[in-house]
C-alpha cells in the first residue's frame, strides 16, 4: 500500500516537471539559437526594399513537445523607435527552415539614408495564430550591430544589386 502511494507521488512529480519543462526551456536548450540567411535590395527607382528571407540553420528546439517545431519570422521596417510596417513569412518545420519568402517595404531614399531607419527580424517558433516563441533576433540598419549596418551600407552602396548575408540570431532581451 505504501508503495502505491509513493509510485503515484514520483508519477505525479514527473509529470508536473514535464509540464513545467514545456512551458520554460530547459537550460541545456539554450545554447546558440542559429542563424539566418537575408537577401537585402535597394529598388532606388521604385523608392522601396526588397527584403528575402532566404533559410535559417541550427534553431534550437524550445519546448519538449514531440516533433519538429514550427517557425516563422516576423519583419518589422522601423523608423525613429515606431513600427512603419510588418510583414510575416508562412511556418515553416524543422530546426532548417526553408522560406524563400520576399517582401517589399516603401522606403523612399530619404528614409533609407536616415539614421534613425532599421529592419528587425524576429524568429520565432510557434503557430503564427498560437503563443509563439521569440527565439532570437536579428537587427539591420543603422545603430545597429556591426554585422546589421555592415548589411545595410552594402545594400546601401550596391544599390539595385541583391546582397546576401548570414546573421547570427541574438537571444531575446526583454
Keep these: 500500500m505504501e508503495y502505491r502511494k509513493l509510485y503515484r507521488i514520483s508519477t505525479k512529480a514527473v509529470l508536473s516537471l514535464s509540464v513545467l519543462d514545456v512551458v520554460l526551456p530547459s537550460t ?5 539559437p542559429g542563424q539566418i540567411l537575408i537577401l537585402l535590395q535597394h529598388q532606388v527607382l521604385a523608392n522601396r526594399i526588397k527584403v528575402m528571407v532566404q533559410k535559417a540553420t541550427n534553431l ?3 519546448t519538449r513537445i514531440p516533433g519538429a517545431p514550427d517557425h516563422f519570422v516576423s519583419i518589422r521596417l522601423i523608423q525613429e523607435n515606431q513600427v512603419m510596417d510588418i510583414k510575416e513569412t508562412r511556418t515553416a518545420s524543422g530546426s532548417c527552415p526553408v522560406w524563400n519568402a520576399p517582401f517589399l517595404f516603401d522606403a523612399p531614399v ?3 539614408q536616415s539614421p534613425n ?3 528587425e527580424f524576429l524568429v520565432m517558433q510557434g503557430r503564427m495564430y498560437n503563443r509563439a516563441r521569440i527565439l532570437g533576433r536579428v537587427e539591420i540598419g543603422a545603430g545597429t ?5 555592415a548589411h545595410w551600407q552594402e545594400m546601401c552602396n550596391k544599390a539595385p544589386v541583391e546582397c546576401f548575408q548570414w546573421h547570427t540570431l541574438q537571444p531575446d532581451t526583454f
Design 110 to 112: 530619404e528614409f533609407v
Design 145 to 149: 550591430s556591426e554585422a546589421g549596418m
Design 117 to 119: 531607419l532599421h529592419l
Design 28 to 32: 541545456s536548450n539554450l545554447k546558440s
Design 60 to 62: 534550437s528546439k524550445r
